[in-house]
């Protein structure tokens, strides 16, 4: 399906599937920063040049705003950055996975993310169902 590029940003803010589109106009056409970085979302990349920044589209944000930024470089130990680490990324749990098979890891490192979340609610529903069963 052939659409303008307008017509592809009104489908992407209205979450309606993009799949197959293709824009007629994407070459010469100027796209608002915010917009391409919806479009980008669902796989449509607007070349650099045809995309325009104002000001107009930035919000306040005070957890970045009213920071007072520092163009000092951070000095940590090793440890102290595997702390900080651990913290920012507490919800997180890596696991080690054996997989000999090489065509098997090359698919796990081209899908990690998704493998992640599907893994994750996996490990979820596991709980509950060992949960269910030790009440029994």
Known sequence: MK?????????????ESLEGVVIE???ETQVRAVDALILAEYGIVIPEQNIYYSDDD???DPDFDDVKWSEEPLRMTWEEKMRL???INKD???????IPDQEVRQWVNNNY????QILGNFIVDIYKANKIIKEK
Do not use: H
Not at 3 to 15: P, S, T, Y
Not at 113 to 116: A, L, S
């Open 113 to 116: 993310d998704k493998i992640g």
């Open 58 to 60: 930035i919000a306040y």
């Open 3 to 15: 659409l303008k590029i307008e017509q592809a940003i009104e489908m992407a803010r209205k979450n």
């Open 92 to 98: 997180e749990i890596s696991v080690k996975v054996n």
């Open 25 to 27: 106009d994407l070459k």
């Open 85 to 87: 680490s651990e913290e």
